[in-house]
Nanobody, 121 residues
């Protein structure tokens, strides 16, 4: 079963940057597509970025041009570089393996604890 540990969150001012990390175990990491999700307070979890096992990327419109997803297969880790952060980016951020159907969906029911990102002055 996949195990996911997210880190790197914190409090940042609008316009600032953060880099999130997600370490995965229990899977052949390089074979898997990976996604970053976020859950704002009182709202549903949403997918913000995907990186395929071939390193193609896909972003939600709300973060396009500001966030960059990347992966290091040697470290079994996926990253999310977040620049030009806005208060509406405030959320708990999670990663998961993802699978493509009509859209991208999490392929595991096993979620990590997430990492809190708060954007506020």
């Amino acid at each position: 079963q996949v195990q996911l540990v997210e880190s790197g969150g914190g409090l940042v001012q609008p316009g600032g940057s953060l880099r999130l990390s997600c370490a995965a175990s229990g899977i052949i990491f390089s074979h898997n597509h990976m996604g970053w999700y976020r859950q704002p307070p009182g709202k549903q979890r949403e997918l913000v970025a995907v990186i395929t096992n071939g390193e193609s990327t896909n972003y939600a419109d709300s973060v396009k041009g500001r966030f960059t997803i990347s992966r290091d297969n040697a470290k079994n880790t996926v990253y999310l570089q977040m620049n030009s952060l806005k208060p509406e980016d405030t959320a708990v951020y999670y990663c998961n393996t993802v699978i493509r159907r009509s859209n991208w969906f999490p392929s595991s029911d096993s979620w990590g604890q997430g990492t809190q990102v708060t954007v506020s002055s």
